[in-house]
T-cell receptor, first 111, second 114 residues
Framework: QKEVEQNSGPLSVPEGAIASLNCTYS??????FFWYRQYSGKSPELIMS????GDKEDGRFTAQLNKASQYVSLLIRDSQPSDSATYLC???????????FGKGTMLLVSP | KAGVTQTPRYLIKTRGQQVTLSCSPI?????VSWYQQTPGQGLQFLFE???????NKGNFPGRFSGRQFSNSRSEMNVSTLELGDSALYLC?????????????FGPGTRLTVL
C-alpha cells in the first residue's frame, strides 16, 4: 500500500510567522506532488503542484521536493489567520492522476 | 471557466436505501475521480473514470459503483446504505488523468445515513 504520511497537528504559529508543513511518501516512483488546502466544511482546494526536485514558489507559498529522501514540504510565509485550515499532501497512484492523500495537518494561525 | 459541480449538496437517507450522486467536470476535462472523506479515514479513493471507462478502483465494496457519460459527466451509486457510508463524497476532475495532471475538486455531497 503506497502511503503518504503527515503530522496531524495542530501546528500553531503566530500571525506573520513562517509555517512549515511536512509530508513523506513511500512510493519511490511518484513524480508529482500536490498540496491542497481544506477549510472546515469545504472541499479541498489545490494550492501547489511540484514535479521536480528543489523549490517552487507561488506568492507566499513555497513547495520543496526531495525525491531522494521521499520528502515534500510546504512553507507559508507571513502566515495569516485566513491560512488556518487543514493542509493535505497528495501523490498520484500508479500512472494516473488519482491521488493518495495524507491525513492532513491542521494549521492554526493566531492573530 | 466553471468549476466542478456536484449535486445534490446534501442528502439524508436511511439504512438500506440507495443513492445516486452526480458530478459535472470542468469543461474539457475527461477524467473524473470520486473520493470519500470521513473524519476517521480521511480522503479515500473510490474510482476513476476516463472516456466512459473505469480505469482505477479503490478498496470499497461492490455496493459502490459509478459510471461516466459521453459528455464526461459522472454518477456514483451506493446501494443498500449503511450507517458507515455517512461521509462527504467528493468528485475531482483532471484534463486527461495522467499522473502529472492537477485534480480539481467539486464542493462535495454530504451524505447522512440514519
Amino acid at each position: 500500500q503506497k502511503e503518504v504520511e503527515q503530522n496531524s497537528g495542530p501546528l500553531s504559529v503566530p500571525e506573520g510567522a513562517i509555517a512549515s508543513l511536512n509530508c513523506t511518501y513511500s512510493d519511490r516512483v511518484s513524480q508529482s506532488f500536490f498540496w491542497y488546502r481544506q477549510y472546515s466544511g469545504k472541499s479541498p482546494e489545490l494550492i501547489m503542484s511540484i514535479y521536480s526536485n528543489g523549490d517552487k514558489e507561488d506568492g507566499r507559498f513555497t513547495a520543496q521536493l526531495n525525491k531522494a529522501s521521499q520528502y515534500v514540504s510546504l512553507l507559508i510565509r507571513d502566515s495569516q489567520p485566513s491560512d488556518s485550515a487543514t493542509y493535505l499532501c497528495a501523490a498520484p497512484r500508479g500512472g494516473y492522476s488519482t491521488l493518495t492523500f495524507g491525513k492532513g495537518t491542521m494549521l492554526l494561525v493566531s492573530p | 471557466k466553471a468549476g466542478v459541480t456536484q449535486t445534490p449538496r446534501y442528502l439524508i437517507k436511511t439504512r438500506g436505501q440507495q443513492v445516486t450522486l452526480s458530478c459535472s467536470p470542468i469543461s474539457g476535462h475527461r477524467s473524473v475521480s470520486w473520493y470519500q472523506q470521513t473524519p476517521g479515514q480521511g480522503l479515500q479513493f473510490l474510482f476513476e473514470y476516463f472516456s466512459e471507462t473505469q480505469r482505477n478502483k479503490g478498496n470499497f465494496p461492490g455496493r459502490f459503483s459509478g459510471r461516466q457519460f459521453s459528455n464526461s459527466r459522472s454518477e456514483m451509486n451506493v446501494s443498500t446504505l449503511e450507517l458507515g457510508d455517512s461521509a462527504l463524497y467528493l468528485c475531482a476532475s483532471s484534463l486527461s488523468g495522467e499522473n502529472y495532471n492537477e485534480q480539481f475538486f467539486g464542493p462535495g455531497t454530504r451524505l447522512t445515513v440514519l
